[in-house]
């Protein structure tokens, strides 16, 4: 006998599916909805329905715009630097360097990373493309922004080799101890790049 009823049921099984959203988790939010005024719930369940029918990807950069546009707003905008190309693992990362207001290049979201453990190899990701434009942009210089781990590393690594053919710059984000932190707090890593990137003081 079903202790609640299928529709409840099935919402939090739904929440469950999504990262970091454990049972307890699922529940709240699950019991919070049904509580909450109906207008809420509309607004959710059409945001939803549209999160996939009125988006779609950048045929140039593959990050995330508008179903309708054939490029996105940033690779539309004359006034990025079209020589500088920030390629980035997912459209998410795009997010967190336009928020620093620091780069004003353009963007290459390769959805995902190489993992040979979980079978994703290069014909995965969007690296392909990317070889296409660096043959028909006017790319001076190449920002490779993966992720610090063993995964992003390696997909840095092989992107690397496969852009020195083209004469192209090829950096990599720096790496260290974030603002704020503890010597005593980082680990091995951490203070490792911190030290190998360390700078000349003026």
């Known amino acids: 006998m079903a202790l609640l009823p299928d529709p409840v049921q099935k919402l939090i ?9 454990g049972p307890k988790s699922a529940s709240r939010l699950t019991f919070y909805l049904l509580r909450a005024p109906e207008d809420l719930s509309n607004q959710l369940s059409d945001a ?15 990050n995330i715009t508008s179903s309708g546009n054939t490029i996105c707003e940033i690779c ?9 190309l920030c390629i980035v693992e997912e459209p998410l990362d795009v997010l967190a360097l336009e928020r620093t207001a620091g780069f004003n290049g353009l963007y290459h979201v390769l959805h995902g990373v190489l993992s040979p453990i979980e079978g994703i190899g290069p014909q995965d990701l969007k690296i392909q493309p ?7 942009e006017n790319i001076k210089e190449i920002i490779l922004a993966t992720n610090a781990s063993m995964e992003g590393d390696a997909t840095a ?7 020195i053919r083209h004469d192209i710059r090829v950096t990599r984000l ?3 101890l974030p603002m704020g932190s503890d010597l005593e707090y980082a680990d091995q890593n951490t203070l490792l790049r911190a030290l190998a990137g360390r700078q000349e003081l003026d």
């Open 76 to 84: 539309s905008n004359p006034n990025r630097d079209s020589t500088q």
């Open 174 to 176: 720096a790496r260290g």
């Open 157 to 163: 690594l092989y992107l690397q080799k496969q852009i």
């Open 48 to 62: 939803l329905s549209k999160l996939k029918s009125a988006t779609t990807l950048c045929q140039r950069c593959f």
């Open 13 to 21: 099984n739904s929440f469950e599916r999504l990262p970091g959203i």
């Open 130 to 136: 990317l070889l296409e434009r660096l043959s028909s």
